[in-house]
């Protein structure tokens, strides 16, 4: 069964480094989203992205954050000056359309730990 | 008005007992309820999910039953087994909408 990928798998970062986490979609998945889980809380979603736009984003998804699919495979989250509080658990998910109906598939994640 | 409320934090059952877990939202806008399973080291995966126009769906051991008027919904497990010990997450969200709003999780043990 397709699966979305994340890589790395475990990330660790000084304070005030910009982190690059990186996503392999579902191939005929046409939406993309990420979503982050810090410690012991719940799952939170950032950010959608379709037709190389974002379509919602949350209060989450500040100006530190930026998304972007730089080919035909890959879709990433920057976050460009990274604080304590970003540390957590990061979700990348795909769908094939946009309505909820259309399952979103989570990829495992990505442990970023702000050092 | 966003929020979903999820509860127990964490439920222990014994194997082939019933394991429910109940969610509140408050947005009578949200129009999709799907429950995720996630195990560890894992993403969250879909199990099942409801659209309001129906009170109850079932998909093998795994029912959905939802209750529009009180804005609650929740997932029943029957004939629990170990391998369902994960943690369960419900979510909301619009079918217009490409945000999912999830609940804080609960943390199912199914012992032995």
């Known amino acids: 069964e397709p699966e979305v990928t994340q890589t790395p798998s475990h990330q660790v970062t000084q304070m005030g480094q910009e982190v690059i986490l990186r996503c392999v979609p579902i191939?005929?998945?046409?939406?993309f989203y990420w979503y982050r889980q810090i410690l012991g809380q719940k799952v939170e979603f950032l950010v959608s992205?379709?037709?190389?736009?974002?379509?919602?984003k949350s209060e989450i998804f500040d100006d530190q954050f930026s998304v972007e699919r730089p080919d035909g495979s890959n879709f990433t989250l920057k976050i460009r000056s990274t604080k304590l509080e970003d540390s957590a658990m990061y979700f990348c998910?795909?769908?094939?359309?946009?309505?909820?109906?259309?399952?979103?598939?989570f990829g495992d994640g990505t442990r970023l730990s702000i050092l | 008005q966003q929020q979903v409320k999820q509860s127990p934090q964490s439920l222990i059952v014994q194997k082939g007992g019933i394991s429910i877990i109940n969610c509140a939202y408050e947005?009578?806008?949200?129009?999709?309820f799907p429950w995720y399973q996630q195990f560890p080291g894992k993403g969250p995966a879909l199990l099942i999910a409801?659209?309001?126009?129906?009170s109850e769906k079932k998909e093998g051991r795994f029912t959905i039953s939802f209750n529009k008027s009180a804005k609650q919904f929740s997932l029943h497990i029957m004939d629990s087994q170990p391998g369902d010990s994960a943690t369960y997450f419900c979510?909301?969200?619009?079918?217009?909408?490409?945000?999912?709003?999830f609940g804080e999780g609960t943390q199912l043990t199914v012992n032995p």
């Open positions: 998910a795909s769908s094939r359309r946009r309505l909820m109906t259309q399952p979103q598939h």
């Open positions: 191939s005929n998945h046409l939406y």
């Open positions: 992205f379709y037709n190389n736009e974002i379509s919602e």
């Open positions: 947005n009578t806008a949200f129009d999709y």
């Open positions: 409801i659209r309001p126009d129906v």
């Open positions: 979510a909301a969200s619009l079918t217009s909408g490409s945000r999912l709003t």
